[in-house]
């Protein structure tokens, strides 16, 4: 199906009063790439329709046309960085992320450290925010695999009242909020990895919380197996 990204807006977007959160990675579980960090990265609005305006314009500017050319930070020019994080920083939206120390975890235990990053993440969002519909860039094709991470995020919420959330795993070709969301977990990660702060400075007024932890815990918390 074509994309009309002039008239785009999320399918089945929320009442006015839910937020919107898009949520994406940066870097790789797996401690064999030989980072020592990885990023889970939360960023909500109160309306997804001027972020994804911000990644279109910033699309056209780049002459990229076809929703599957996506913006990727790791791909674009610090310039066009700069350009994005500074438009998002102007909406008015949060940032909440989880930093995931690799070091000592076994590779066997990379997509538990995944989803259990996921779900702490999105306690954290949610519980600022109880009305949330969450999109998730979507990292398995496998449906079982797509249902045991739905698992972990529902159990790592359940203990809030009263909170009404939505979940979605999509690809984020086709939804321009996560491209936005990619950014903002690379600039993290970059000051994580790198020590270049230069990016996360730039929406550093947006971000609520940047919690560092060890892989280790995460694979040992309670319902992470």
Same mark, same amino acid.
């Given at each position: 199906m074509?994309?009309?990204?002039?008239?785009?807006?999320?399918?089945?977007?929320?009442?006015?009063?839910?937020?919107?959160?898009?949520?994406?990675?940066s870097g790789s579980p797996s401690p064999n790439d030989n980072k020592q960090f990885f990023v889970v990265a939360a960023l909500i609005t109160n309306s997804s329709r001027?972020?994804?305006?911000?990644?279109?314009?910033?699309?056209r500017t780049l002459r990229v046309r076809s929703p599957r050319n996506e913006l990727k930070a790791t791909h674009s020019r610090p310039v066009v960085?700069?350009?994005?994080?500074?438009?998002?920083?102007?909406?008015?939206?949060?940032?909440?992320a989880v930093v995931v120390d690799k070091h000592g975890i076994k590779p066997e235990l990379a997509e538990t450290v995944y989803r259990v990053a996921v779900?702490?993440?999105?306690?954290?969002?949610?519980?600022d925010h109880p009305e949330l519909h969450l999109y998730l860039d979507k990292r398995y094709t496998n449906?079982?695999?797509?249902?045991?991470? *739905?698992?972990?995020? !529902?159990?790592? %919420? /359940?203990?809030?009242?009263?909170h009404i959330v939505i979940?979605?795993?999509?690809?984020?070709?086709?939804?321009?909020?996560?491209?936005?969301?990619?950014?903002?977990?690379?600039?993290?990660?970059?000051?994580?990895?790198?020590? *270049?702060?230069?990016? !996360?400075?730039? %929406? /550093?007024?947006c971000i609520v919380a940047e919690e560092i932890i060890e892989a280790k815990k995460l694979a040992a918390l309670p319902g992470s197996r």
């Amino acid at each position: 199906m074509k994309i009309d990204e002039q008239n785009y807006i999320p399918q089945n977007e929320s009442s006015i009063s839910m937020k919107v959160a898009f949520i994406d990675e940066s870097g790789s579980p797996s401690p064999n790439d030989n980072k020592q960090f990885f990023v889970v990265a939360a960023l909500i609005t109160n309306s997804s329709r001027a972020i994804e305006l911000h990644v279109k314009r910033t699309r056209r500017t780049l002459r990229v046309r076809s929703p599957r050319n996506e913006l990727k930070a790791t791909h674009s020019r610090p310039v066009v960085i700069k350009r994005l994080l500074k438009a998002i920083g102007q909406e008015e939206c949060d940032i909440y992320a989880v930093v995931v120390d690799k070091h000592g975890i076994k590779p066997e235990l990379a997509e538990t450290v995944y989803r259990v990053a996921v779900g702490r993440t999105v306690l954290r969002c949610v519980q600022d925010h109880p009305e949330l519909h969450l999109y998730l860039d979507k990292r398995y094709t496998n449906h079982r695999q797509r249902l045991e991470l *739905e698992r972990v995020m !529902r159990k790592a %919420i /359940a203990s809030i009242p009263e909170h009404i959330v939505i979940i979605e795993q999509v690809d984020s070709t086709a939804y321009p909020g996560l491209q936005a969301v990619d950014f903002v977990a690379w600039a993290l990660a970059q000051k994580h990895e790198q020590n *270049e702060v230069w990016a !996360r400075e730039i %929406i /550093a007024h947006c971000i609520v919380a940047e919690e560092i932890i060890e892989a280790k815990k995460l694979a040992a918390l309670p319902g992470s197996r």
